[in-house]
């Protein structure tokens, strides 16, 4: 072990090119549309146009209704920002609506700069984005959202739009392909994303009846083909942070992150993420601390799979109010809307940490069959009240195949890395190492941070795949030291952190952060290094916030930790 510390302080000078990016999506044109425009109309664009949205000013009072704006698969209309950040304040019911238009790809990536180029920092009586009036197959990406008077993006077409002779029901609309990712929504009065219909059995259309003769009728509003929610940060929501519904078909929520769910306390609006009646959506790599609502509520047709998920104090500090007395919140809460026949609910390698009631509530006897494998469900609220605090059912007649799943009272017992740090990554001595069953008929192959699972032998249990081989702590031959990447300090990083790693031999080294997909965004070292003790500094200019990997490859092999920055 060498003593000396060779300090290496990377001197990088960023080129910020000020500029659009737009050719990147292979587009042609640039559209600028001067600030102070409101309304841009689809009849002066053509598919595969770019429409830019000047940032040079910053008038007040601002918004945008882009309305008739068609393009087509393979030619969408890109709208993105040009020469700066386009912030919104607006005293109007919304930041950003499309109204009667098709694949649209909103983007916020239009000056490198910007890690949200586009920014709805205020809208005081309505939502952030509203995607309605007919629009389908949109595209929303690297958007900032805050302090919205109802949801930060909201997505559906309500059935009555002024006239009972063309309302838009089930049978005559259908919206497709939902992208919402790499956004960042926080400070929001109610949903974070309503995505769909929370009526997916009928809506009773409300107007004046003196005028519409249709008031009081139950329709049925329409479903949507294709949702793909992943890689947002969702804070300080009202009510729900995500919330999917009436989404039949192509439904994945993914990646995501939710801090500090619904925090209005208001009843059946209470989770981190929702997926509502006629849903069919797959749930996945989602980290959600610190909601005053369940983890997770399933209301959705069956079949969903639901996994690697990491869920830390669900409703822990909801205390009911008057008028609503139900202080039950779960990790994960399953419902019943509408089930189909003979569905299975597939809930695995889930982490559940200090839920307010039951780590899993299952209250949907219509669901066929419930498989709980490889979960770790450890410090549930009623661990002293009721026999079954872990996993609970409504009923005895509840088919439940269970396996391999790992329930502990204390937290210690379970032997994550760093709870104080909320990570609950695995240490090799926990007792989920290696101990979870074999899911590879199910297609798993990751774990919650995209680590290769299994890892060391088997599968663990729980969301994290346990890679401390990796990183040199569990070392086979113990009298010969290998290369160790050392944890990154501090970390998450709020202003600049320190990297360190050691060489036991002369040796190639290659270190280089990688983002959450895979994607090698900086080089740090590319060299020939000497048998030694090596630091580098990072700083959050560098990278920008996010979650990141560290990699280090050298003779001795490849070496990862991870790295947040706030």
């Known amino acids: 072990m060498h003593s000396k510390i060779i300090n290496l302080h990377l001197i990088i000078v960023l080129s910020l090119f000020i500029g659009l990016s737009f050719f990147g999506y292979g587009q042609s044109t640039c559209n600028l549309i001067p600030r102070g425009t409101q309304v841009i109309d689809g009849a002066d664009y053509l598919p595969g146009d770019t429409i830019c949205l000047d940032a040079s000013t910053e008038p007040e009072g601002e918004f945008f209704l882009f309305r008739n704006i068609h393009g087509d698969e393979n030619n969408p209309i890109v709208i993105i920002n040009s020469g700066g ?16 238009c098709s694949f649209i790809k909103l983007s916020g990536k239009g000056d490198s700069r910007f890690q949200y180029g586009i920014y709805i920092s205020f809208v005081q009586s309505g939502s952030g984005i509203s995607v309605d009036n007919l629009s389908t197959d ?36 259908t919206m497709y392909n939902i992208k919402i990712h790499d956004c960042y929504l926080h400070d929001i009065g109610e ?42 940060i969702v804070e300080n929501t009202g009510w729900d942070g995500i919330q999917v519904s009436s989404t039949i078909s192509g439904c994945k929520i993914y990646n995501n992150t939710i801090h500090n769910d619904s925090y209005k306390a208001t009843e059946y609006q209470m989770s981190g993420i929702l997926i509502g009646g006629g849903s069919n959506c797959d749930c996945y790599n989602n980290k959600i601390f610190d909601g005053k609502g369940d983890g997770i509520d399933i209301l959705g047709l069956g079949n969903h799979h639901i996994y690697n998920n990491l869920i830390v104090r669900p409703g822990k500090t909801f205390v009911p109010s008057f008028d609503n007395s139900n202080p039950e919140k779960h990790g994960i809460w399953v419902g019943d809307v509408v089930t189909e026949l003979n569905t299975e609910l597939l809930i695995y390698n889930n ?45 005895d007649d509840f088919t439940i195949f269970k396996l391999n799943n790992l329930f502990k009272q204390q937290i210690s017992e379970i032997q994550f890395v760093n709870t104080i740090e909320n990570n609950f990554d695995l240490k090799i001595t926990s007792p989920a190492y290696n101990e979870g069953a074999d899911l590879s008929s199910l297609g798993l192959t990751t774990d919650i941070d995209g680590r290769p699972r299994p890892y060391g032998g088997a599968y663990d249990i729980g ?90 490859e050298c003779n001795l092999g490849r070496f990862t930790e991870k790295l947040i920055i706030i």
């Open 85 to 100: 950040q386009i912030e919104i304040i607006t005293g109007h019911n919304y930041g950003i609506k499309f109204q009667n």
């Open 138 to 173: 949109v595209e929303i990406e690297n958007i900032e959202i805050s302090n919205t008077l109802i949801a930060g993006i909201y997505v559906k077409t309500e059935p009555f739009q002024g006239d009972c002779n063309n309302l838009v029901t089930r049978d005559k609309f």
């Open 191 to 232: 949903e974070g994303m309503y995505i769909g219909s929370s009526k997916y059995t009928g809506q009773t259309i409300y107007a004046d009846a003196a005028l519409y003769p249709c008031s009081g009728t139950v329709v049925m509003p329409h479903v949507i083909e294709g949702v793909e929610v992943y890689n947002n």
């Open 351 to 395: 982490t559940i940490v200090s839920p307010k009631y039951y780590g899993l509530k299952l209250a949907n006897a219509q669901i066929g069959s419930y498989k709980v494998f490889n979960n770790i469900i450890t410090d549930p609220g009623t661990f002293t009240a009721v026999d079954n605090p872990f996993m609970n059912s409504t009923g």
């Open 463 to 552: 969301a994290y795949e346990s890679q401390e081989s990796i990183n040199g702590i569990r070392d086979l031959d113990h009298t010969n030291k290998q290369s160790t990447l050392q944890k990154v300090m501090p970390n998450p990083v709020s202003t600049s952190a320190i990297i360190k790693y050691e060489l036991s031999i002369a040796s190639k080294v290659k270190l280089y952060v990688v983002d959450k997909m895979g994607k090698i965004i900086r080089v740090l070292v590319d060299e020939q290094q000497q048998q030694n003790s090596y630091q580098i500094e990072i700083n959050k200019e560098m990278l920008g916030r996010g979650f990141f990997y560290i990699v280090l």
